[in-house]
């Protein structure tokens, strides 16, 4: 039973679907992962605004603020992950287009808890770039899928 398995795996219409399956499976066990994390983050986020808002403190706007948004930038970026996930799992392509908005908005949140006295200007240099890049094939994207 196995050798016809086997043998029926090397035809090449039978081992692409092999593949197809393995992609799922995969695709699947990343989304629950995924959710997992998010979860794990959410309740995180919920640890450090409850421990913010009811601990006398008088520098919340200060760097602490900056953390939460970066906390809830980090939130926000896997739930695009979970939609790159979802949404191979449904057309089975990768849109180029939601990754490089989660690319944007991961490297908005690094500039946003950006310690700007313990950053190089090699570093600032690199996230410029970066971010130029990102845009500019943002804008090609969106000027392909729109003509």
Not at 45 to 52: D, H, I, R, T
Not at 76 to 86: G, W, Y
Not at 108 to 135: N, V
């Given at each position: 039973?196995?050798?016809?398995?086997?043998?029926?795996?090397?035809?090449?219409?039978?081992?692409?679907?092999?593949?197809?399956?393995?992609?799922?499976?995969?695709?699947?066990?990343?989304?629950?992962?995924?959710?997992i994390?998010?979860?794990?983050?959410?309740?995180?986020?919920?640890?450090?605004?409850?421990?913010?808002?009811?601990?006398?403190?008088?520098?919340?706007?200060?760097?602490t603020?900056?953390?939460?948004?970066?906390?809830?930038?980090?939130?926000?970026?896997?739930?695009?992950?979970?939609?790159n996930?979802?949404?191979?799992?449904?057309?089975?392509i990768?849109?180029?287009?939601?990754?490089?908005?989660?690319?944007?908005?991961?490297?908005?949140?690094?500039?946003?808890?950006?310690?700007?006295?313990?950053?190089?200007?090699?570093?600032?240099?690199?996230?410029?770039?970066?971010?130029?890049?990102?845009?500019?094939?943002?804008?090609?994207?969106?000027?392909?899928?729109?003509?």
């Amino acid at each position: 039973m196995w050798g016809r398995k086997i043998l029926a795996v090397g035809k090449d219409e039978d081992f692409l679907a092999l593949i197809k399956k393995i992609e799922n499976l995969v695709s699947k066990v990343l989304s629950l992962a995924m959710v997992i994390v998010i979860l794990v983050s959410v309740c995180d986020l919920g640890v450090v605004l409850f421990k913010q808002l009811f601990t006398p403190s008088y520098t919340f706007l200060g760097r602490t603020l900056i953390d939460i948004f970066g906390l809830f930038l980090t939130v926000l970026i896997a739930l695009e992950i979970l939609e790159n996930i979802t949404a191979y799992l449904r057309k089975h392509i990768i849109q180029v287009e939601l990754v490089i908005v989660t690319s944007i908005i991961a490297v908005a949140r690094k500039i946003i808890i950006l310690d700007f006295e313990k950053t190089s200007g090699i570093d600032l240099i690199g996230l410029a770039i970066a971010i130029s890049s990102l845009a500019i094939s943002y804008w090609i994207i969106r000027r392909t899928n729109t003509a």
